[in-house]
């Protein structure tokens, strides 16, 4: 009996079992389901829907006119005293329209208080989250970057 | 011959921080010692203050609750709830049935959160590198349903005066229910790794002792608290958001070392578990936001709120003036009040045990410069 154990760890060591064992609890992690890396340029990553990212301006898509109607709501809203809304009174309509909308990201801490308090659902904080720019002005957004959206660089693979 | 030479002079003052990989942050202790014997520890802070209260008199009440996240930033949701319980109170405004359960079931969450990050930093501290990775990948779940839920993942800006601003997404209640069956699991795994360890046991048993006369004479509260074997918990004691309707457990050590404090945050995990999973059952509809005018303009008065927040009790006091904007705000930190302790949990230890102090208070310096 004794032997029979001998021989047998004998045989374990020669054919490398322990190590064959150990390989396989690695092996078993390579199952694709078990990577949790993101390749994050090529493959984009699941962002929630309600997330709090670059602002939007949104516009009717059918006439291309902004939906804003430059009540002040948000820029009252704002913690950080970050937009600035400017409009003027149409002398034919006397309604107020938006002539600049300016939206600092630099100090934006994506609270979405600002979103909550337009009436008109027009400023909204997007999916979008790549923000980078390669000077500080390029942090600040006047409308039509508000209404374009953020064009981050697109690779090629 | 005089008594003593200059080669028995071996006192030593070492600082330790604020690059300190195990002070949790931008903590700075200057360490006198003797060998390797603390004799007198002196805590220096203020690295990460951003004048938080300051800020808040610059506000409106409805502006300054995002500030607030700021603060614990590892526990946001319990700061954004006590905040939001301190304005109500002033302005007496009743929060619906629906929105408190929502908001109990959050703070809890972040509460397992919070403590998910104490106990994978603590176990690094001390040498263990594997339970980080386990609670970090737990955490993450937890994080996604904050993402869901509220679309930030750390400073989460989650309630509002009066209620909640977001209704529940659609699979909620499934999202939280597989994270506690996942969940309780995984608490039996870090026990498995850390609760009969040798060397975790070496390293905590007996180091940063504080009885319960000590703790209140310091004002510690939390974890730190009960473990010293003192059953006080907020939650139970001046229940806030429903906490009455919910049965759970006080747990508590008995000597109040860092190893019975481990055990009670470790089993504050799952009565989590076991709070969120009643707040699920009972779950009720209707609306999420209470009367609350548009201006929020609170009768002159002052008010003192406090919760259990993960750390220990933090408290909200807000003087009104009548105007739009609070008069004053001053924040009760769990953490600040807690790290006073640190002299007396280090004196006559070794220094790699003041690491191990450090860790076991649970600080989090965003709360204590704040």
Redesign the interface.
Same mark, same amino acid.
């Given at each position: 009996m004794k032997q029979g154990g001998a021989l047998r760890r004998f045989l374990r060591k020669v054919l490398f079992i322990d190590l064959i064992e150990g390989l396989w609890v690695t092996f078993r992690y390579q199952q694709p389901k078990y990577i949790y890396t993101e390749q994050y340029p090529a493959e984009r990553p699941k962002i %929630?829907?309600?997330?709090?990212g670059a602002p939007r301006l949104n516009t009717n898509p059918e006439t291309g006119e902004t939906l804003c109607i430059a009540c002040n709501l948000c820029a009252l %809203?704002?913690?950080e005293n970050l937009i600035v809304v400017d409009s003027e009174r149409d002398e034919k309509t006397r309604r107020k329209v938006l002539t600049t909308f300016t939206y600092d990201t630099s100090r934006c801490?994506?609270?979405?208080?600002c979103e909550?308090a337009c009436p008109v659902d027009a400023l909204e904080?997007t999916q979008d989250f790549e923000l980078a720019s390669y000077s500080r002005e390029g942090a600040i957004w006047d409308r039509q970057m508000l209404e374009e959206g953020p064009r981050p660089t697109k690779y090629a693979y | 011959m005089p008594d003593s030479t200059f080669l028995d002079a071996t006192e030593l003052v070492l600082n330790m921080g604020p690059q300190h990989p195990s002070t949790h942050g931008v903590l700075r202790v200057i360490l006198k010692l003797d060998g390797e014997k603390v004799i007198g520890t002196e805590c220096v802070i203020g690295y990460l203050h951003r004048g938080i209260e300051k800020i808040a008199e610059n506000r409106t009440y409805a502006q300054f609750a995002p500030y607030v996240d700021r603060m614990d930033y590892v526990a946001a949701v319990s700061n954004g709830l006590g905040y939001c319980l301190a304005v109500e109170k002033l302005l007496g405004v009743e929060v619906p049935p629906r929105a408190q359960a929502v908001r109990v079931i959050l703070t809890e969450l972040n509460r397992i959160a919070s403590h998910l990050i104490w106990l994978g930093t603590h176990a690094l501290d001390v040498g263990a590198i594997t339970p980080l990775f386990y609670c970090m990948r737990e955490r993450e779940e937890i994080l996604n349903i904050f993402e869901k839920y509220c679309g930030a993942r750390l400073t989460t800006h989650a309630f509002r005066i009066g209620g909640l601003q977001y209704e529940t997404y659609d699979t909620f209640e499934q999202d939280v229910r597989a994270f506690c069956d996942m969940f309780l699991p995984k608490v039996d795994e870090y026990e498995e790794l850390l609760t009969g360890n040798r060397i975790w046991i070496g390293r905590l048993r007996n180091v940063g002792i504080l009885t319960a006369e000590e703790c209140k004479a310091y004002g510690v509260t939390g974890p730190l608290l009960r473990a010293a074997g003192v059953k006080w918990d907020l939650r139970k004691a001046q229940p806030y958001s429903g906490y009455e309707q919910y049965d759970f457990e006080i747990p508590t050590g008995t000597i109040g070392d860092s190893y019975d404090r481990y055990l009670v945050r470790i089993q504050e995990m799952r009565q989590s578990v076991r709070i969120i999973r009643q707040a699920l059952d009972g779950l009720p509809g209707g609306p999420i936001m209470g009367k609350v005018p548009k201006v929020i303009k609170p009768p002159v008065g002052e008010v003192y709120v406090s919760i259990e927040a993960p750390k220990g009790e933090l408290g909200y006091y807000i003087v009104s003036d009548g105007s739009t904007q609070p008069y004053r705000v001053r924040v009760r930190p769990p953490s600040f009040v807690n790290l006073q302790a640190l002299d007396k949990m280090c004196r006559g230890a070794l220094v790699a045990d003041v690491v191990v102090v450090i860790g076991t208070i649970d600080i989090v310096l965003g709360e204590v410069d704040r």
């Open positions: %929630a829907e309600r997330y709090r %809203a704002c913690p801490m994506f609270c979405g208080l909550d904080l | -």
